[in-house]
């Protein structure tokens, strides 16, 4: 494969599968809280981390990075998910998902400001494009969009998300997707150890297949969906990698339609369409221009002529 394709598949991969998250961390808070979800969807995501490091072993971090390391564990996944998760519980599928869909913006701007990447006015106009038509799909989802006060913390998870994969990409230049990943979410799910208390009892009270649910957001869109994207991050700007992430709910529609037996509306359709159509805009025609180099008046072909005069 070319590294256009892997990046291709990887992205098709982390799309489909964190689209898959979202009607399982519904079928998940049917019998767990938000807390013990998260705890118990990244015990299993980190146990299938360290089984694939027995496979292709990693080696310890640089001391100097352990600081940056816990601040990305933290931000992208202590408090992403547990912020989600318990925003879930008040705010409309409509809303989480339209305000989550803000940490692509976000990204961009924080990546502006701290990694001086550059994105071009069509590429921000792709941006806006993709989240208009993000709006439209909450708008159509069950529910609709009603701003109750949990989405105070889905918006602090999108900022959360925002923060981690634009801290990710300076340590990308120095761990592979796989290393950076493990050190990010073991050290995350540690931060998740507040919930354990409560655990076992929901653990022995819940469903099986509420249990299932909530391994199979852990293995794959946890584990392996991390992993994937990381990936994408390594090959792409944070305009570019993150403006993927509106595909998302895109790909969670018919996954919940056939999960939960939610029908998407033509709105919901409407925006999906606008979502790819923005999302091409980025990948296209995103880069900006380099600024022109000043070139010092001796060196203009006329200065040269004078001299040479």
């Known amino acids: 494969m070319t590294r256009r394709q892997k990046v291709l598949a990887a992205a098709a991969t982390t799309v489909l599968l964190w689209g898959s998250a979202f009607p399982g961390i519904k079928a998940g808070l ?29 080696g310890l971090p640089r001391l100097r990075d352990v600081p940056g390391i816990v601040a990305l564990g933290a931000l992208g996944f202590t408090i992403y998910h547990s912020a989600l998760n318990y925003g879930q519980v008040t705010v409309t599928a409509g809303s ?80 592979s997707p796989m290393e950076i990943t493990a050190y990010a979410m073991w050290t995350g799910t540690l931060g998740m150890l507040v919930w354990a208390p409560a655990l076992p009892a929901q653990v022995a009270a819940a469903p099986p297949q509420a249990t299932l649910a909530v391994a199979y957001i852990g293995v794959l869109p946890g584990a392996v969906g991390y992993v994937t994207y990381a990936y994408v991050l390594s090959k792409l700007s944070v305009a570019k990698g993150t403006s993927l992430l509106y595909l998302v709910p895109l790909a969670a529609l018919p996954i919940a339609w056939g999960w939960h037996g939610e029908v998407p509306t033509l709105m919901a359709l409407a925006g999906g369409v606008l979502v790819l159509v ?32």
């Open 278 to 309: 923005g999302v091409a805009v980025v990948q296209r025609l995103g880069d900006a221009k380099p600024a022109p180099e000043s070139v010092p008046d001796a060196e203009r072909p006329e200065q040269r002529e004078a001299v040479s005069a």
């Open 30 to 58: 049917s019998a767990y809280g938000p807390g013990q979800l998260a705890l118990l969807r990244y015990l299993f995501a980190s146990l299938t981390m360290a089984l694939i490091a027995l496979v292709r072993p990693i």
């Open 96 to 175: 989480a998902s339209f305000l989550t869909e803000t940490a692509p913006v976000f990204a961009t701007l924080m990546a502006a400001f701290f990694l001086r990447e550059r994105l071009s006015r069509i590429g921000w106009a792709g941006i806006l494009l993709s989240f208009g038509g993000a709006a439209l799909i909450a708008v159509g989802e069950a529910g609709g969009m009603r701003l109750e006060p949990g989405a105070l913390l889905v918006l602090a998870a999108a900022l959360a998300g925002a923060g981690y994969f634009t801290l990710q990409k300076g340590f990308l230049e120095r761990y």
